[in-house]
């Protein structure tokens, strides 16, 4: 008996002591980028409606029809196919299990690991309830707020991304940079936004956004960094197809610019964890393509890429996966016990983990 306890005990600590090469996270999204549009590029029904904007459909189709599936999301998406995806675990079918399939729920299931469909069940800005991966992140991990931040083109991130008011740091939707450290490239940047307005009050140009990510990663060197897009989804709502493709071809311009920038600096090299994902699907006919909702057919869909030291690549290597698994799956890659992150109903995903952490 006394041996038996023995042996078990030498078998669990090995496993129990793996510790991931993640040193830092970096979690970006596309507002409402269907799968469709990721791994088959430019969709032919749409590419061909009668719409705002589409007087150069022709022109569209030039630029992003090809012969075949691949080389047709490769050219709408030349970055994430090229460099990121052979290297990442990627996942084309993961399930929103909130109720509502619209962005505040969508989001706050990425960050909290389950849906509270009881309290969070619209876009209304109300304080998120929950504590998110991010704080969490924060708290465990003893980092200080500029650590970890969040930059949003929709002004909601400000209730979503935090629990308690102030804990990290968030700059969402047309919002002065006041964050102490910041360069003057970001405060360039902070004063533009009031001069390059999209057609939205509540959400900024997803440039503006992402330069001010990448300007922020560069000088202040975060350990937890989520940047959230927004264009994908209030061009979809607008019926501009045209605009839609080419806010997707901005976001893989974007992925080049951040993995570029994670490579060439030492701190992040090899030791970082992106993370790439939605928060909802939409419709897949001409009727319903730009809408997503509980009534919507297919809003609850949407994809996933994981890339970094402790992820295998492969496609679809674990077929069960749910928008809740990603922050418990964040959770494993920085090290930490998913059970002391309250209120988790998802679980990590297996095939975007090392065999050790699994
Ligand atoms: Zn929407």
């Known amino acids: 008996m006394r041996i038996r306890i ?43 409606e009668r719409s705002a904007g589409m007087e150069k459909a022709e022109e569209r189709r030039r630029k992003y029809e090809r012969p075949n599936q691949q080389q047709q999301r490769e050219a709408l998406m030349p970055f994430f196919w090229k460099t990121i995806a052979p290297q990442a675990a990627v996942f084309s079918n993961v399930k929103v299990t909130n109720a509502f399939r619209v962005s505040y729920p969508g989001y706050n299931e990425i960050l909290t690991g389950h849906s509270d469909d009881v309290r969070i069940h619209g876009n209304l800005a109300v304080r998120n309830p929950n504590e998110t991966v991010l704080e969490f992140l924060k ?43 910041a360069s003057p490239r970001m405060l360039d940047l902070s004063l533009m936004q009031f001069h390059l307005l999209t057609p939205w009050d509540e959400a900024r140009h997803d440039f503006i956004t992402g330069a001010l990510a990448l300007e922020y990663l560069k000088t202040i060197q975060p350990r937890v960094l989520e940047i959230s897009f927004d ?96 922050a418990p799956t964040i959770v494993r890659l920085m090290g930490l016990k998913v059970s002391d992150f309250q209120g988790v109903t998802g679980k990590p995903i297996a095939g975007a983990l090392s065999k050790g952490l699994q």
Not at 19 to 28: D, E, G, K, S, Y
Not at 281 to 287: D, I, L, W
């Open 139 to 181: 708290r465990k991990l003893r980092l200080s707020k500029s650590q970890v931040a969040l930059f949003a083109s929709w002004e909601t991130f400000r209730a979503i991304g935090e629990h308690t008011e102030g804990s990290i740091s968030i700059n969402a939707g047309y919002q002065t940079i006041d964050f102490p450290n």
């Open 231 to 326: 264009e994908t989804d209030d061009w979809a709502h607008d019926h501009r197809y045209d605009r839609v493709l080419d806010a997707i071809a901005e976001f893989d311009g974007f992925l080049e610019r951040l993995w570029t920038a994670v490579q060439s600096m030492p701190q992040y090299r090899g030791r970082t964890t992106l993370i790439v994902t939605s928060d909802h699907g939409r419709g897949s006919t001409v009727a319903e393509w730009s809408d997503h909702g509980r009534a919507i057919e297919g809003a609850d869909r949407v994809w996933l890429a994981i890339v970094g030291p402790d992820t295998p690549p492969g496609l679809d290597s674990d077929p069960g996966v749910e928008q809740r698994d990603i």
């Open 6 to 48: 023995l042996l078990t005990l030498v078998c669990v600590v090995p496993l129990a002591a793996a510790a991931p090469a993640t040193r830092n996270i970096i979690l970006v999204t596309a507002d409402g980028l269907r799968w469709q549009e990721v791994f088959h590029g430019i969709d032919p029904l749409l590419a061909r």
